[in-house]
Structure formats: structure tokens, C-alpha cells
């Protein structure tokens, strides 16, 4: 049989995540080949230039220049997530497959926007979220759908990432990070990082939701949510609200209890999840120190055993091991290229990364309106819409 041509990729936004994690995840993915790297920050591009160590890769400050005269057939979308659509649909407008970061967008037109685009592409288009790859989410997976734990009823998420000093601002000129203490005394010299305009910290919502509705196989419906003020208790000179919680009702009737935040101080683990079925528990350690748990009722346990499902996956490839996340970040990229390659569903299509977006949203509207109950849209195409058209009223 003729050996699969490699799929090469074209990786936008060369920041933290873009050149500190990406390159050298994408390069260490089989069949996978990064010929290209795009960021409108120079210096930026080229320390990303640097890390990927390969005089072949090509450099450009205009994306749509990389679209037009790369050698590339995919595109990784790793820039502020409020730019990930307008970006993601130019890429499938040229003819490229897509990966992109989490979260998908801020905005429900956004959503569509997406969900349009990839459907009168035919092209591949997946979500880049990790934790669903985790070897605790994949045994709970396995558990759950061996109903282990019975009917899922309750399920609580948490993101609630303490940021360092240095995370509001970055240098004009060399994209570094400034923290606010000096950035604030010459605001000529920086320019406002992404979190600013993650104005409601449930917007990163996504990454919780992913690896829940990757267990539960579920949707959300619906959705109420509660914030703190419109301004930070412990940063007064930031606009967004330090926590905000969410109650999402789900299609298969589980309730979800979700919590945000991005500025309060925190210890690790940022993440923690807890999932509670008619037959049993199972729960992430909040702490460090702490260990996750299990409790079966069939198994006539009195307390919960305390254990640890491990970090790094066990069953990892070795070279996926050198990725990030304990070898998670490998697995997004190497199932978007098995999708090209082999013509499959996409790992998080893109009906997932809107499931996973939307309901985030709509926690925002609630919020603003008293916390009313909102429905969240469908966006699978079926007896009301035909794939590539809007819905009435839409
Ligand atoms: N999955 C995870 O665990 C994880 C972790 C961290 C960040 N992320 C996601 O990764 C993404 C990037 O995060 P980051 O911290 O590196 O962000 P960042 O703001 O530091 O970097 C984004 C970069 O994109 C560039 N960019 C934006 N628009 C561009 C355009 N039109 N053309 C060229 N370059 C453009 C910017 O100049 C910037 O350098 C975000 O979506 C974030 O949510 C995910």
C-alpha cells in the first residue's frame, strides 16, 4: 500500500500556548509536518521560529499570505479565542482543514458562523481540548458507560485558575509579559492580554464541558447562571467579574453545577470534576495533597476508597509523552490528522466544540437578565435545518 502522504500544517498565533506548545506537539505527530508559522507580532514569530528548530518552516505576519502561499493543508487556530472564527472560516474559505483551540468563541452568531462554514466546506474541522483525553475522564467514560455508576444525575466542574501578576498585559513590541504593577504605569508601552476581553470567566466554560459531555454523551438545554460584579474584588482596575456559576440542565435530564474564575489566587489543581450516578461517585482531588475518590454502591463500600487515576496515560506513545498536559495535548492534534488522513469523523466536531461554546454564552445572557433560564440552540442539522442553512429565525 502507498505511504500516506504527511498532512502539513500551518500554526496562527505564536503566544505562550501557540509557540511553547504547539510546534513541538505537532512535531512530534505522526504524518504531521509544520511548514508554516503566522503571527503579527515579528518578534513573537520568531522565537516560534526558533523553538520549531527547522530552516524549512516559512514565516508570516500576514495570515492571509500564509493561506495564499504556504505549502499547507491545515491550519491550527492557537490566537485569542474571541479571534478563532473569523480566522478559522478564512482557512476553510482557502481550502484548509482546521484545528482550533479552546474555547471555540464568545458569541452564539459565532457559533453558527462556525458550524455554517465547516458545513459548506465538506472540510475537516476539529477542537483542540485535552482533557478529555485524560486518563481519569477515559476510565470514568468506560465506568459510566458500563453503568458502574448507574443514572448520572449530578455533575459538578470547576476552572478556577489562579493568574500570576504577569497575565493582563504584554509588550507592544516583543509580545513578553508585563505585569500589571509596571504595565500599569506606562500603558503606552502594552497592549490588554486575552483575558480582558474574556469579560465573563465562564466563557472558558469549554474546557469543562468538553470532557463532561464526552462522558455523559450528552447536550445541555439549558441554562442559569449567578455572577460576582461587573469588576474585579481583587483587581479593581478589571472590568470582569471574579466568579460566576452556572446550573445547565442537560438532554439526557443530568444537572450540571459549573464554576469560573480567572483572577482570584488559587492553588493547583486548577480543574476538578465530580460526577454522581444512582449507583456510585466519582471525584478529582481539589488539592494537592488530597486523593481523587471512588465510591460503588454495589461493591458495599461504607466510605469512599481515596486513589489516584494517573496524570500521564499509561498506554501513551512514547513520542506523545513529550507533549504537554502529561501527553493530553498530543492526542487532539494526532486525531485531527487521522481524520484527514483517513477520511473519518473528526474527534470534537465542530457540532461538539458548539455544544461545549454555547451553552457558556447563554450562562452570560443569564447572568445579565437575573439569572433567568435560558434554552440553549441545537446545532445539528436534521427536520428543522438543512446542513449549510441558518434556522428560522436565525
Ligand atoms: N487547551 C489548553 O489547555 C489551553 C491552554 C492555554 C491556552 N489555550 C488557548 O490557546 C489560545 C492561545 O493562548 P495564548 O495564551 O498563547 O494566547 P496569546 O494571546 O498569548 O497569543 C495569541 C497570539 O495570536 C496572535 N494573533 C492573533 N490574531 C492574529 C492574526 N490575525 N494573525 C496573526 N497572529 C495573530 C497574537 O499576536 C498573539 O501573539 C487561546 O485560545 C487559549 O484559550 C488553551
Not at 461517585?281 to 481523587?292: A, I, P, Q
Amino acid at each position: 500500500m502507498a505511504k500516506k502522504q504527511p498532512i502539513k500544517l500551518g500554526i496562527v498565533g505564536m503566544g505562550n500556548r501557540g509557540a511553547n506548545g504547539w510546534i513541538r506537539t505537532c512535531q512530534l505527530v505522526r504524518d504531521c509536518r509544520v511548514t508554516a508559522l503566522c503571527d503579527k507580532i515579528e518578534d513573537l514569530l520568531q522565537y516560534g521560529y526558533g523553538r520549531a528548530n527547522d530552516a524549512d518552516v516559512k514565516c508570516y505576519t500576514d495570515y492571509d499570505k500564509m493561506l495564499k502561499e504556504a505549502d499547507i493543508d491545515a491550519v491550527a487556530v492557537v490566537v485569542e479565542p474571541e479571534n478563532n472564527v473569523e480566522l478559522s472560516c478564512r482557512a476553510l474559505e482557502a481550502g484548509k482543514h482546521v484545528l482550533c483551540e479552546v474555547p471555540l468563541c464568545f458569541s452564539l452568531e459565532d457559533c453558527w458562523k462556525t458550524v455554517l462554514a465547516v458545513e459548506k466546506s465538506g472540510l475537516k474541522f476539529s477542537m483542540a481540548e485535552q482533557v478529555r483525553y485524560s486518563p481519569y475522564m477515559r476510565a470514568w467514560k468506560k465506568m459510566v458507560d458500563q453503568d458502574q455508576l448507574g443514572k448520572i444525575v449530578f455533575v459538578e466542574g470547576q476552572y478556577l485558575h489562579g493568574m500570576t501578576d504577569d497575565r493582563f498585559y504584554h509588550d507592544t513590541k516583543t509580545g513578553a509579559r508585563v505585569p500589571y504593577q509596571i504595565a500599569r504605569k506606562n500603558l503606552k508601552g502594552v497592549y490588554k492580554s486575552r483575558f480582558w476581553q474574556m469579560k465573563h470567566p465562564i466563557l472558558y466554560l469549554p474546557h469543562e464541558l468538553s470532557p463532561i459531555l464526552m462522558v455523559l454523551d450528552d447536550r445541555v438545554e439549558k441554562v442559569t447562571c449567578m455572577s460576582t460584579r461587573q469588576q474585579s474584588y481583587l483587581h479593581d482596575w478589571l472590568p470582569n467579574p471574579d466568579l460566576q456559576v452556572a446550573l445547565m440542565h442537560t438532554a439526557k435530564d443530568t444537572i450540571l453545577r459549573l464554576a469560573c474564575c480567572f483572577t482570584v489566587h488559587n492553588t493547583q489543581p486548577w480543574h476538578w470534576y465530580h460526577f454522581m450516578g444512582t449507583k456510585g461517585r466519582v471525584e478529582t482531588n481539589r488539592y494537592n495533597h488530597e486523593r481523587m475518590k471512588m465510591w460503588l454502591a454495589d461493591s458495599h463500600m461504607v466510605e469512599p476508597a481515596e486513589l489516584v487515576w494517573q496524570y500521564g496515560m499509561y498506554d501513551a506513545l512514547p513520542e506523545a509523552l513529550a507533549s504537554g498536559h502529561g501527553g493530553g495535548d498530543y492526542y487532539p492534534v494526532s486525531g485531527f490528522i487521522e481524520c484527514i488522513l483517513n477520511d473519518t469523523e473528526p474527534p470534537m466536531d465542530v457540532y461538539k466544540a458548539a455544544e461545549t461554546a454555547a451553552p457558556a454564552v447563554v450562562a452570560v445572557q443569564s447572568a445579565e437578565q437575573g439569572s433567568i433560564p435560558i434554552d440553549v440552540p441545537d446545532f445539528r442539522p436534521g427536520k428543522k435545518r438543512k446542513p449549510g442553512c441558518r434556522p428560522r429565525g436565525n
